[in-house]
């Protein structure tokens, strides 16, 4: 009664598909049967009550329903969280994303049976202490205003995913690498101007997606990260890759325009999963006939470059559906590639009619 009265909830938007056939909050004596409430074994389990329309900080009372495994708040207008909820011990799945919250109490810091704990999209400028919550699987800090990542975060061990895109970090803590259970792990649009050589140490990594940073070079041992599937390292200051790019056979996305490229080496000839190969906006001025082994590509970005020409070994990857070369500095391209590539070419009139 108290979460429904301090967040106006005469304000909330209940016309939701999953409050068919329950109750309105307070309109009924029987918590259990109101919208987004879900009871077991005689206690409150679930409350889900994303897109509501919460108003305000929540009340400490919060703390009394320790029988909650999931709490979610989900896009709201949440300015404040009580020390209290430290007490949901029971705690799996926390989420507080997209609200309007600046800070969170220490005492989140206690929930250790959290899998998820969902903070993205809020104006976060630091974490509570979070070395404790060692079960946790996935963690969203997207969209905040943090400016470093504690050094405790190494803790979580357990971590599948972690996002931090969108914050104003300028590195990242060399703990990071104890992470070795992260499958995913987004670090774009942030101020990166380096990647740690320990991330060399996530080898159970399928998407690295560090893109949109101040990266000028990838760190010793990179090419560790051999169960990569898809690496996005577009809009950084990249001016070369490393041949140990080569090691990536499980590559099927590589993201790499808008750098500094001036050339790509030999090995990303043995990239052969590869489908999406973008590498617009940098400034090649040739590409490796290596590049003829990716007979899988679907879509080869090489637009806004310096190419004066193509190997003929382009030819071989008949699959394409686009090959992208719009500002460059050609004029033509030999019969082969037009015969082979035909329409997938862009712009085919001006490079393959005579």
Request: with cysteine.
């Amino acid at each position: 009664m108290e979460l429904y009265q301090v967040t106006k909830g005469e304000n909330w938007n209940t016309n939701f598909e999953d409050w068919v056939g329950r109750d309105l909050w307070l309109a009924s004596s029987t918590p259990c049967s109101w919208g987004g409430v879900t009871c077991a074994d005689g206690h409150v389990s679930e409350i889900m009550l994303g897109l509501v329309g919460l108003e305000g900080a929540l009340p400490a009372s919060i703390g009394s329903l320790t029988g909650l495994t999931k709490l979610d708040l989900t896009d709201n207008l949440l300015t404040g969280v009580p020390p209290e909820i430290g007490s949901l011990t029971n705690l799996t799945e926390l989420s507080l994303a997209f609200n309007q919250l600046t800070d969170l109490p220490a005492e989140i810091g206690n929930l250790s049976n959290l899998t998820a704990l969902y903070l993205s999209g809020n104006a976060l400028e630091s974490l509570p202490p979070i070395g404790g919550l060692t079960s946790l699987t996935n963690l969203s800090l997207d969209q905040n205003r943090l400016t470093s990542l504690p050094p405790e975060i190494g803790n979580l061990t357990r971590l599948e995913g972690l996002g931090v895109s969108e914050n104003q970090l300028t590195s990242l803590p060399a703990e990071l690498g104890s992470l070795t259970s992260l499958i995913y792990l987004y670090v774009n649009y942030n101020q990166l101007t380096s990647l740690p050589p320990e991330i060399s140490s996530l080898t159970n990594l399928i998407e690295l997606d560090a893109s949109l940073n101040r990266l000028s070079s990838l760190p010793p041992g990179f090419g560790q990260l051999t169960n990569l599937m898809v690496l996005k390292l577009n809009d950084n200051q990249l001016s070369s890759l490393p041949a140990e790019i080569g090691n990536f056979t499980n590559l099927s996305e590589l993201y790499l325009s808008n750098n500094a490229l001036t050339s790509l080496p030999p090995e990303i000839g043995k990239l052969t999963n590869l489908t999406l190969l973008f590498l617009s906006e940098n400034k090649l001025s040739s590409v490796p006939p290596e590049i003829g082994n990716l007979t899988g590509l679907l879509l080869l970005y090489l637009g806004d470059n310096e190419l004066g020409e193509l190997p003929l070994e382009i030819s071989s990857l008949t699959n394409l559906d686009e090959l992208w070369l719009t500002g460059n500095p050609l004029t033509s391209l030999p019969e082969e590639i037009c015969a082979a590539l035909g329409m997938a070419i862009v712009p085919y009139q001006e490079l393959c009619t005579p």
